[in-house]
């Protein structure tokens, strides 16, 4: 079983819609979480960076860490048909100067116009 | 703003050659890192340098070797080349605070 799981979709949603990303992971000691966008054929884009349990907002998107649970969420509100993409969330259990990040396997969306 | 620079774009490579990938990370970032993503699948963490030293390794095959030179920037070394290794390699580069990597935009490696 891997440490962090993510379901792969496709999903696929109409424009204006609200989309909910999850993940849930195994490693009690995570306590850094991120959520990355990626384009075909792109490195992955930082899209949003927590610490511990609660909500952060940015924009259209929402991370939420439910550490309790061992899950964490993305909302994108308003999505737009440039959200479709695959979203990757991301771990790491300390942010010394060097962390490796473990990575859920992606969920890709699609926004139809 | 200055991003990660990673090249070449694009590498292609026989079985059993040699490559070499290229990493310039964003200025004033001092933690590079590399990372192996196949077709499908999640970015697999390969190894980090802190200060030019390594500082965390991770699944990467003895036949490939990595180093951070003076300038800060990285070279990943892959020798004797498998068809397994076709995949999209990744840099990414953090500052000395918890703020989460840059990627660079990756060297897709294919292996004919």
């Known amino acids: 079983q891997k440490e962090v799981e993510q379901d792969p979709g496709p999903l696929s949603v109409p424009e204006g819609a609200i989309v909910s990303l999850n993940c849930t992971y195994s490693?009690?000691?995570?306590?850094?979480f991120m959520w990355y966008r990626q384009y075909s054929r792109k490195g992955p884009e930082l899209l949003m960076y927590t610490y511990s349990s609660g909500n952060k907002e940015d924009g259209r998107f929402t991370a939420q860490v439910d550490k309790s649970s061992k899950y964490i969420s993305l909302f994108i509100r308003d999505s737009q048909p440039s959200d479709s993409a695959t979203y990757l969330c991301a771990m790491s259990e300390s942010m010394d100067s060097s962390y490796k990040l473990i990575f859920g396997s992606g969920t890709r969306l699609l926004v139809r116009p | 703003a200055a991003g990660v620079i990673q090249s070449p774009r694009h590498l292609i490579k026989e079985k059993r050659e040699t490559a070499t990938l290229k990493c310039y990370p964003i200025p004033r970032h001092d933690t590079v890192y590399w990372y192996q993503q196949g077709p499908g699948q999640d970015p697999q963490f390969l190894i980090s340098?802190?200060?030019?030293?390594?500082?965390d390794k991770g699944s990467i095959p003895d036949r490939f070797s990595a180093q951070q030179f003076s300038d800060y920037h990285s070279e990943l070394n892959m020798s004797s080349l498998e068809l397994g290794d076709s995949a999209l390699y990744f840099c990414?580069?953090?500052?000395?605070?918890?703020?989460?990597?840059?990627f660079g935009s990756g060297t897709r490696l294919t292996v004919v």
């Open positions: 490693n009690s000691a995570f306590q850094y």
């Open positions: 990414a580069s953090s500052p000395d605070r918890p703020t989460g990597y840059t």
């Open positions: 340098f802190y200060e030019k030293m390594q500082s």
